[in-house]
């Protein structure tokens, strides 16, 4: 019974990891490295991250500078970038690669914030199912005999209290997001 707590709690610590990254990549008109983490660039046939072939840093609050190490890259660097959904033209002098991030409509801002909350709806449902499983493996525990009635209540009882701890944090994570994109 105790495994299937710790592999409840496992997989749910594993849901929450993912929304934070998700989160990470979301710009909220001000310049992010993480924003950068999903783009991934041809170099010498395999796509690498960024941040493995360059330097990257926040100069101003809405610009970030990307210093390739590997100078022949820079243009293959460029070329992710405006093919990524970021929505931003790197400006490039040839051996650093600038980001300029513009601030952010308020329409836009809404928009962003929709996409929050499915994202945290989303990562709320993967955290139901995980208790659903659970409670499967627990009834068929009882099944077979290895835990009474009275065991069952309990872990079922526990397993709700697990699912409600990390419902609320996701709810937490999402309205601190929600606040850094409605900020102007």
Request: proline content about 3%; cysteine-free.
């Amino acid at each position: 019974m105790k495994q299937v707590f710790e592999n409840a709690d496992k997989k749910m610590n594993k849901t929450i990891n993912a929304l934070t990254s998700e989160f990470a990549g979301i710009r909220a008109g001000r310049a992010n490295p993480a924003v950068l983490d999903k783009i991934m660039v041809d170099y010498y046939g395999s796509p690498t991250a960024i941040n493995q072939l360059a330097a990257i840093s926040v100069t101003e609050a809405r610009t970030l500078t990307i210093s390739p190490w590997d100078q022949s890259v820079v243009h293959a660097v460029e070329k992710a970038i405006q093919s990524s959904d970021l929505g931003i033209n790197p400006q490039t002098d040839g051996k650093v690669i600038r980001l300029i991030f513009p601030p952010l409509t308020e329409d836009r801002r809404r928009d962003i914030v929709k996409d929050i909350k499915k994202m945290e709806e989303e990562a709320k449902v993967a955290i139901r199912s995980i208790r659903r499983d659970s409670m499967d493996k627990l009834k068929a525990l009882k099944k077979n005999g290895e835990i009474t009635e009275d065991d069952l209540k309990d872990a079922e009882k526990k397993m709700q209290n697990q699912t409600d701890k990390f419902i609320k944090e996701i709810e937490s994570i999402s309205q601190v997001k929600e606040k850094e994109i409605m900020e102007i």
